[in-house]
């Protein structure tokens, strides 16, 4: 049992010689790892469960209502993408002052991507709401649900200003330890969410059957209150970030130029790279067909379930990643990752057991069309297995970014988001006739390489560099 031990020892995660001062105990890296990631994981938990739900109640419409829905997604998460780059910066900085000491300088960082987040999202909304319909036919929408599509994009996307402002926060929050506000935040809209879609897409309880509209309706409402609640407590008096501290809100030149230099290059990853890659991987499954595509909207609604460790053991080590730097003890930094990485590990393989031996059941949920649930249900396997290299590359590289590292991430996310997924999804897909198994072949391939690159770069020791 010597080697299980040593495998889970904090002391065993760093060479002797990698050591900058005594360490803290086992139990307290623990404690603290998850005192931050069992909140967060848990709010991912639950928004992916009402998502989930979600999408089953949509699916009673019919294929053309999940593909609708689904691709309705693809206008509002280019949008957040921006507003995702800039809270690399929040939680990379903030985290930083916070293990420095710095409560001015992380307040003042906040209130300044709370002014450039609000005006990042209105500018994106009007953009959206004007160009919806053009860009969802690009994006390989069908006849048969374009206009559903287009009406669910215009009223969701109106609440992207209030999930930009709630995300900024949030971020702020993350990088000082606080993640059961998110947690309630998000789990309260999605609760409201789901009600909402029980009264409005159906017709229950006296209201009327709006349908796509009733779910969009009820997306919008979830946007408002999942907003509302991280601001209230940012407004109280008594936290380290608060509005109410007496700090500017007009930009200083020490923020912006720091801000500027993690967040350039995620916009550069996220916004041209990354959303490049994932608008032609969705492209190809939509492509596909109805079925294809709503068998492939089923998997992705599943495979939430994995992003939620993958967040959760992420942004809890980014967050004690940044606040061991600003103490100088990079030592630190790397037992909080490692740490973080094997208990999502060993968490990602009981998910993966899970999802292979009852996927034809959770894929019923969705549907009982039987072309789609044996189609849903063979890809899942393969989604499955997806689980492990994207739970243990995904925690690398929140970490590198949050560590000033984000060049790099953006060249790899060229290469593996913008290159190898699309390139050999649809090699695979098409010529080799493989379809929807074979867009997910891409997807594989993204992960593994993810994976082999990011431990690369992280045991290379490149990161510890940068100064913020």
């Avoid at 006849?143 to 999930?163: P, S, W």
């Avoid at 492209?283 to 068998?295: D, H, N, P, R, T």
């Avoid at 909207?297 to 994995?306: G, Y």
């Avoid at 897909?429 to 994976?451: K, M």
């Amino acid at each position: 049992m010597k080697w299980l031990k040593a495998l889970w020892s904090c002391e065993h995660m760093i060479k002797p010689s990698e050591k900058l001062g005594d360490l803290p105990a086992d139990r307290d890296i623990y404690r603290r790892i998850l005192k931050m990631a069992i909140p967060a994981v848990l709010e991912s938990f639950l928004i992916s469960l009402i998502s989930m739900a979600d999408t089953a109640m949509v699916s009673g419409l019919g294929n053309e209502a999940i593909d609708a829905v689904g691709i309705s997604g693809m206008p509002r998460s280019i949008a957040l993408s921006v507003i995702f780059s800039l809270n690399v910066g929040v939680t990379a900085i903030i985290s930083r002052r916070f293990g420095e000491g710095k409560r001015d300088s992380a307040v003042h960082c906040l209130k300044q991507c709370f002014l450039i987040s609000a005006g990042i999202a209105l500018s994106l909304t009007a953009i959206a709401v004007i160009f919806a319909k053009p860009f969802l036919l690009f994006a390989g929408a069908k006849e048969e649900y374009i206009d559903d599509a287009v009406l669910y994009t215009r009223i969701t996307i109106i609440g992207l200003v209030f999930t930009s402002l709630s995300q900024t926060i949030t971020a702020g929050q993350r990088a000082v330890g606080i993640t059961k506000v998110s947690m309630w935040a998000n789990s309260s809209a999605n609760a409201i969410n789901l009600g909402l879609n029980y009264l409005l897409i159906g017709g229950n309880l006296g209201f009327p059957a709006l349908g796509v509209k009733g779910a969009a309706i009820a997306s919008l409402t979830s946007y408002f209150t999942a907003f509302v609640i991280p601001f209230v407590y940012t407004m109280r008096k008594n936290q380290f970030l608060t509005f109410r501290y007496q700090t500017p809100w007009l930009p200083d030149k020490e923020t912006m130029t720091s801000l500027v230099r993690i967040s350039g290059s995620t916009v550069l990853e996220q916004v041209v790279f990354c959303r490049v890659g994932y608008f032609l991987c969705n492209k190809i499954y939509a492509e596909l067909g109805v079925m294809e595509y709503a068998a492939h909207q089923i998997c992705m609604s599943l495979s939430q379930f994995s992003l939620l460790i993958t967040d959760g053991f992420g942004s809890s080590a980014a967050a004690l990643l940044g606040q061991a730097l600003g103490e100088k003890r990079a030592d630190k930094a790397v037992i909080y990752v490692k740490t973080c990485r094997r208990i999502a590990m060993a968490c990602a393989t009981v998910l993966v057991v899970g999802f292979i031996v009852f996927r034809r059941q959770l894929v019923g949920i969705f549907t009982d069309d039987p072309g789609t649930v044996a189609l849903a249900a063979n890809v899942m396997i393969l989604a499955s297995v997806i689980f492990l290299p994207q739970t243990y590359g995904g925690v690398n590289v929140s970490s590198l970014r949050v560590a000033g590292d984000t060049k790099f991430v953006a060249w790899m996310s060229m290469l593996i988001v913008t290159i190898i997924r699309p390139g050999l999804g649809y090699l695979l897909a098409y010529p080799c006739g493989l379809g929807l198994f074979g867009a997910w072949l891409g997807s594989l391939a993204d992960q593994l390489t993810r994976f082999v690159l990011s431990t690369a770069r992280f045991v290379s020791g490149k990161w510890k560099k940068y100064k913020l």
